[in-house]
């Protein structure tokens, strides 16, 4: 099990950029794909992006795709999701999450550990 605290949330204009970043506990965070998930008022919580053991290897949701990035630095135990031409519709709680496959997977039951989330919330 692996402990996970999102930072880097807040509210930005729209074109702005954040960046999020997600630690983890435990010394296993190398055997780990990582995740991000977002939920907006009153839908669904989605996928966003994806990170597999090897950077290299990333899924993002269509509507993210060329914005956003995720990466991970396994010596700090972190994943980020830098996201920049942010719109309103970005707007959302964004959640990390962990689960102990190779990976990346785009589908959240295969995540066995989550954070609390961090607000992020793009005016127009």
């Known amino acids: 099990q692996v402990q996970l605290v999102e930072t880097g949330g807040g509210l930005v204009q729209a074109g702005g950029s954040l960046r999020l970043s997600c630690a983890a506990s435990?010394?296993?965070?190398?055997?780990?794909?990582m995740g991000w998930f977002r939920q907006a008022p009153g839908k669904e919580r989605e996928f966003v992006a994806a990170l597999g053991w090897s950077s290299s290897n990333t899924y993002y949701t269509d509507s993210v795709k060329g914005r956003f990035t995720i990466s991970r630095d396994n010596a700090k135990n972190t994943v980020y999701l830098q996201m920049n031409s942010l719109k309103p519709e970005d707007t959302a709680v964004y959640y990390c999450?962990?689960?102990?496959?190779?990976?990346?997977?785009?589908?959240?039951?295969?995540?066995?550990?989550w954070g609390q989330g961090t607000q992020v919330t793009v005016s127009s």
């Open positions: 435990g010394r296993t965070f190398s055997t780990y794909s």
């Open positions: 999450a962990a689960s102990r496959t190779m990976g990346p997977i785009r589908n959240a039951p295969a995540y066995t550990d």
